[in-house]
């Protein structure tokens, strides 16, 4: 999701604004009438495009000492997850089972994804999945999706995705081409490929990132919803001349935190390989 130069957070923020709740539309017909799983997702895809209009995503990284061990261990207001630096990177690839969302009243948004860029520059080239809650009691909805920033804004694509689905996402450069990719092995109407061209001089391709997402919309963090336990598995990465796993490159461990510290999303170790790690929600806020 697109973005802003990382924002780095110092301990006295101002707290993000909530975000400004949206109209849910329901159709036509009486107060009383049915709402049908047809306009349902019309309602959720109106106001999920909505929301996505002011989206940024790059890395809000929250100021503090950064650990020298390996894995680094950082914390950001926005991502949890891994990123690989130090390289020029061509290709990161991930696979993961999408998880199911708890919403609650309130409109809430988590995102997962693969992608190059957003951990220390200003461009962003990834895809993945997507789990909304419209508030008002509505059923969370899921998609799939890609973006390069800023070149255009989020592009949702599939519409039918489930909890428990499989999911297979890459990213990979060749020269200033870029061949994004989301298969959904469960239910493949979801599933896209999208050849895209950025300069050198706007996409620096300096690092890699397999991140859960709590996106910022006009200036503010959207709700992260309970999605339980994220598992990113599968986690590839080239770069340099080299590929190998997360681990294969200098790697940094983010944890997602609110403005006063409180974790909102924590990520797991990396397994022996080095290429499957479990981010768990925490808060919501």
């Given at each position: ?11 006295g ?10 109209a ?8 009383s009438a ?56 061509t ?7 999408e ?22 520059s ?5 895809d ?73 001089a ?23 919803p309970?999605f339980?336990t ?16 997360i ?16 974790v ?22």
């Open positions: 999701m697109h973005g802003r130069t990382p924002r780095f957070v110092a301990h923020l101002v707290a993000c604004l909530p975000v400004a709740g949206l849910m539309v329901i159709g036509t017909g009486s107060a049915a709402r049908t799983p047809a306009n349902t997702k019309a309602a959720a895809v109106a106001a999920l495009e909505h929301l996505l209009k002011g989206v940024h995503s790059t890395n809000h990284a929250v100021r503090g000492p950064l650990s020298i061990t390996a894995p680094a261990q950082s914390k950001s207001t926005n991502w949890a997850g891994y990123a690989d630096t130090g390289s020029k990177f290709k990161i690839s991930g696979t993961w089972t998880p199911a969302v708890k919403c609650g009243s309130a409109q809430a948004l988590a995102v997962f994804w693969v992608g190059i860029d957003g951990f220390n200003q461009t962003v080239e990834q993945g999945t997507l789990a909304f809650c419209q508030g008002g009691g509505a059923a969370p909805q899921y998609f799939t999706w890609w973006e390069m920033f800023p070149s255009n804004s989020i592009q949702l694509v599939g519409k039918t995705v489930k909890p428990g689905d499989h999911f297979a996402a890459s990213v990979v450069r060749t020269g200033t081409k870029y061949a994004l990719k989301v298969t959904d092995s469960t239910r493949g109407g979801n599933s896209f490929t999208k050849n895209k061209t950025c300069a050198a706007t996409c620096k391709d300096t690092s890699a990132e397999w991140i859960a997402e709590a996106p910022t919309s006009s200036g503010s963090i959207v709700p992260l309970n339980g994220w598992t990113g598995s599968n986690s590839a990465v080239s770069g340099g001349g080299k590929s190998g796993t681990k294969s490159f200098a790697d940094t461990e983010i944890t997602m935190v609110n403005n006063g510290g409180k909102k999303a924590q990520p797991g170790p990396l397994n022996a390989k080095g290429n499957q790690f479990k981010v768990t929600w925490k808060s919501s806020t």
